[in-house]
């Protein structure tokens, strides 16, 4: 109880207030996939990515490899928002959270 997961949402339905549903899978972003696509990162490498969140100054990427990845600070000048494309530099590998730990070192294209 209290876990936190990471899930992919498939489908929100809203037909009103009281009528809600939302449709979401955990296979496809489970611990095996994260734990295989990590192997894909190499620390001190840099891969392109796109931000897919930010919350609380902290940035999450899902880069072009596959990997999370989590962002506490950025190099670039301007801050990054969702869907921005950006290169990310890994500094570590967090394998109990399934995701690459970096920095973004630029933003190569901004989503206006």
């Known amino acids: 109880m209290g876990d936190q997961v990471l899930v992919r949402i498939l489908n929100v339905r809203r037909d009103s207030l009281e ?16 734990h295989d696509n990590l192997k894909k990162c190499r620390i001190q ?3 392109a990515g796109k931000v ?12 072009s490899n596959g990997v999370n990845a ?6 670039d000048y301007r801050t990054p928002g969702k869907k921005d494309d950006v290169s990310f ?4 590998i967090d394998e109990e959270r399934g995701v690459a730990v970096g920095i973004i070192t630029r933003i190569i294209k901004r989503n206006l």
Do not use: E, F, P, W
């Open 19 to 34: 009528d809600m549903g939302i449709k979401a899978d955990i296979k496809s972003v489970s611990q095996n996939t994260n």
């Open 45 to 47: 490498s840099k891969y």
């Open 52 to 63: 897919t969140d930010v919350h609380k100054g902290v940035v999450y990427i899902r880069l």
């Open 70 to 75: 989590v962002a506490h600070s950025c190099y």
């Open 89 to 92: 530099a890994v500094t570590r």
